[in-house]
């Protein structure tokens, strides 16, 4: 048999070796390539910090009170008299109900590359139940008041994601117990019950303080369950999609902590990413408000390309929907449709159209936000027998200023034309000048295409805000690459608790409509 081949004979074994080592050198390069390739920067920050924890202890102690203070408690059994010792005795506590609940001594903080450390301490509860009492010869059922003293709870809350984006929270070292209990019984055999009260304290806080921390573990995970059912692609309009899932978990200082969300736009038929990259931003060292919202450049761009593929910057107006909107709103503009119909002695229907030629440019500068639109204009004719004629088409660029404004919980942008550069008119009269089709163009812009943008854009971007809680001293600042929202949490309480995690989709970091239609 023929010697099977040799890749390094003893001649060549130098030569071979530092091949293997180049190869071995470029494989490194190119997974390191790989990575950094596929490193993805949020396109929203989110920051809580510790001020809103401060502010979380009032508003989280008040929707625990009143969340267990409504509850239904399930009614607790025992087939045994432990305070007795007396066997075949059963009793059970029903219609378990907390009067009262106080929690004075509550402190939220962050643990550093962890999660947040909770604590409660010197609690008090008032309870009332039913006790139902049953032996062989005898039972009974009496009214009971329970008051607990010396609640402690401490534990810390981390916090993660899960493979689809969604946040979910763990209990690590938890511990919670009640140091002190007081039994009162009210009935015709109260003052036999209350002689051996005080035997039942000590029998109820062993069994309440092995029930707390399931307990509490038990509604965590009732709330993952409902962020599990958080819409993190939500379609906005009939154009786009808005992916806002968490890209990693938390990051947590001693200070505070950062969400970081994909938060960029897809067209609705197609959810191949934009053929550009976001980039990381930084948000500011700032401790005044409560939350921070860092909203990037490329969020935007991602929503321009969107909606540029989607064709949502295309207009076209008819002669009816440019008299109806146009005229009342410039009598000059009259004067320049005159103009129009003596330089072309139209007789019959027209109509323009604007179309963008690419992407608008978007531009994130300190204290100034801009979107340049590269775009075409049309005028057609429309004889009679349907068919249209291009009597002016033209390329331009429209360079538009950005405002911004915080409403209630929207955040509100509209458009105002700085300036826009033209290509000379391809027309085959040639004799029209050109500051005429810069009257006609400015015209148009003006009082026809930014009223119908910003008519669109007025209906506003819901800005994130949980079940109940308002945002309030709202600021917003533009900053190079990114906007800053600073804004401070009310929450307001009402007379009735909702049901439990009711209106959690109202999270939702952008939601709307486009066309007239709701989003779902």
């Given at each position: 048999?023929?010697?099977?081949?040799?890749?390094?004979?003893?001649s060549?074994?130098?030569?071979?070796?530092?091949?293997?080592?180049?190869?071995?050198?470029?494989?490194?390069?190119w997974?390191?390539?790989?990575?950094s390739?596929?490193?993805?920067?949020?396109?929203?920050?989110?920051?809580?910090?510790?001020?809103?924890?401060?502010?979380?202890?009032?508003?989280?102690?008040?929707?625990?009170?009143?969340?267990?203070?409504?509850?239904?408690?399930?009614?607790?059994?025992?087939?045994?008299?432990?305070?007795?010792?007396?066997?075949?005795?059963?009793?059970?506590?029903?219609?378990?109900?907390?009067?009262?609940?106080?929690?004075?001594?509550?402190?939220?903080?962050?643990?550093?590359?962890?999660?947040?450390?909770?604590?409660?301490?010197?609690?008090?509860?008032?309870?009332?139940?039913?006790?139902e009492?049953k032996?062989?010869?005898?039972?009974?059922?009496?009214?009971?008041?329970?008051?607990?003293?010396?609640?402690?709870?401490?534990?810390?809350?981390?916090?993660?994601l899960?493979?689809?984006?969604?946040?979910?929270?763990?209990?690590?070292?938890?511990?919670?117990?009640?140091?002190?209990?007081?039994?009162?019984?009210?009935?015709?055999?109260?003052?036999?019950?209350?002689?051996?009260?005080?035997?039942?304290?000590?029998?109820?806080?062993?069994?309440?303080?092995?029930?707390l921390?399931?307990?509490?573990?038990?509604?965590?995970?009732?709330?993952?369950?409902?962020?599990?059912?958080?819409?993190?692609l939500?379609?906005?309009?009939?154009?786009?999609?808005?992916?806002?899932?968490?890209?990693?978990?938390?990051?947590?200082?001693?200070?505070?902590?950062?969400?970081?969300?994909?938060?960029?736009?897809?067209?609705?038929?197609?959810?191949?990413?934009?053929?550009?990259?976001?980039?990381?931003?930084?948000?500011?060292?700032?401790?005044?408000?409560?939350?921070?919202?860092?909203?990037?450049?490329?969020?935007?761009?991602?929503?321009?390309?969107a909606y540029?593929?989607?064709?949502?910057?295309?207009?076209?107006?008819?002669?009816?929907?440019?008299?109806?909107?146009?005229?009342?709103?410039?009598?000059?503009?009259?004067?320049?449709?005159?103009?129009?119909?003596?330089?072309?002695?139209?007789?019959?229907?027209?109509?323009?159209?604007?179309?963008?030629?690419?992407?608008?440019?978007?531009?994130?500068?300190?204290?100034?936000?801009?979107?340049?639109?590269?775009?075409?204009?049309?005028?057609?004719?429309?004889?009679?027998?349907?068919?249209?004629?291009?009597?002016?088409?033209?390329?331009?660029?429209?360079?538009?200023?950005?405002?911004?404004?915080?409403?209630?919980?929207?955040?509100?942008?509209?458009?105002?034309?700085?300036r826009?550069?033209?290509?000379?008119?391809?027309?085959?009269?040639?004799?029209?000048?050109?500051?005429?089709?810069?009257?006609?163009?400015?015209?148009?812009?003006?009082?026809?295409?930014?009223?119908?943008?910003?008519?669109?854009?007025?209906?506003?971007?819901?800005?994130?805000?949980?079940h109940?809680?308002?945002?309030v001293?709202?600021?917003?600042?533009?900053?190079?690459?990114?906007?800053?929202?600073?804004?401070?949490?009310?929450?307001?309480?009402?007379?009735?608790?909702?049901?439990?995690?009711?209106?959690?989709?109202?999270?939702?970091?952008?939601?709307?409509?486009?066309?007239?239609?709701?989003?779902?």
């Open positions: 048999m023929a010697p099977g081949p040799k890749f390094c004979v003893r060549e074994y130098k030569m071979c070796t530092k091949m293997v080592q180049v190869l071995w050198g470029c494989l490194l390069l997974n390191l390539y790989i990575s390739a596929q490193t993805i920067y949020p396109g929203i920050k989110a920051r809580a910090t510790q001020r809103a924890l401060d502010y979380g202890i009032q508003a989280g102690v008040e929707m625990i009170e009143q969340m267990l203070m409504e509850r239904n408690i399930p009614d607790f059994k025992s087939s045994k008299s432990e305070f007795l010792n007396i066997d075949y005795v059963n009793y059970k506590f029903i219609n378990i109900k907390i009067n009262a609940l106080s929690l004075p001594n509550t402190s939220l903080a962050f643990v550093p590359g962890v999660g947040i450390r909770a604590l409660i301490n010197h609690g008090t509860a008032n309870i009332s139940t039913d006790w009492f032996s062989p010869l005898f039972q009974d059922t009496e009214g009971v008041d329970l008051f607990l003293s010396g609640v402690y709870f401490t534990s810390i809350v981390v916090l993660a899960n493979d689809f984006g969604h946040p979910i929270l763990k209990l690590q070292d938890c511990n919670a117990q009640v140091s002190h209990s007081d039994v009162s019984f009210s009935g015709e055999l109260s003052v036999l019950y209350n002689s051996f009260a005080e035997p039942m304290e000590k029998p109820i806080l062993k069994n309440l303080n092995k029930m921390c399931p307990i509490i573990t038990s509604e965590v995970e009732a709330l993952n369950a409902n962020l599990s059912m958080l819409e993190v939500r379609k906005v309009d009939n154009y786009t999609l808005l992916d806002y899932s968490l890209i990693g978990s938390p990051e947590i200082t001693e200070n505070y902590v950062d969400l970081n969300l994909k938060g960029v736009f897809y067209p609705l038929e197609n959810l191949t990413d934009p053929p550009f990259s976001s980039v990381p931003f930084v948000l500011p060292e700032h401790s005044d408000s409560m939350i921070y919202i860092g909203i990037s450049e490329y969020f935007f761009k991602s929503a321009s390309y540029f593929t989607a064709g949502a910057f295309n207009v076209t107006l008819t002669t009816k929907e440019i008299f109806n909107r146009l005229i009342r709103n410039s009598q000059g503009l009259g004067n320049m449709l005159s103009w129009i119909a003596e330089l072309y002695i139209l007789s019959q229907p027209f109509m323009v159209q604007v179309m963008a030629r690419e992407p608008p440019v978007v531009n994130l500068l300190p204290g100034n936000f801009t979107l340049d639109i590269p775009a075409s204009f049309v005028i057609l004719s429309k004889s009679k027998n349907s068919t249209a004629e291009t009597i002016v088409s033209m390329d331009f660029v429209a360079s538009t200023n950005v405002a911004l404004a915080i409403l209630g919980q929207r955040l509100i942008c509209s458009l105002s034309l700085n826009f550069r033209f290509s000379l008119p391809q027309s085959s009269r040639s004799s029209i000048e050109v500051l005429r089709f810069e009257n006609i163009l400015s015209s148009i812009l003006h009082f026809g295409v930014l009223p119908l943008a910003n008519a669109k854009l007025q209906q506003g971007f819901p800005l994130p805000n949980p109940k809680i308002s945002l001293n709202s600021d917003i600042e533009v900053l190079e690459g990114f906007l800053l929202i600073s804004t401070d949490l009310k929450y307001k309480a009402s007379l009735k608790q909702q049901p439990s995690f009711h209106g959690w989709e109202a999270l939702n970091l952008i939601s709307g409509q486009w066309r007239g239609k709701p989003a779902p």
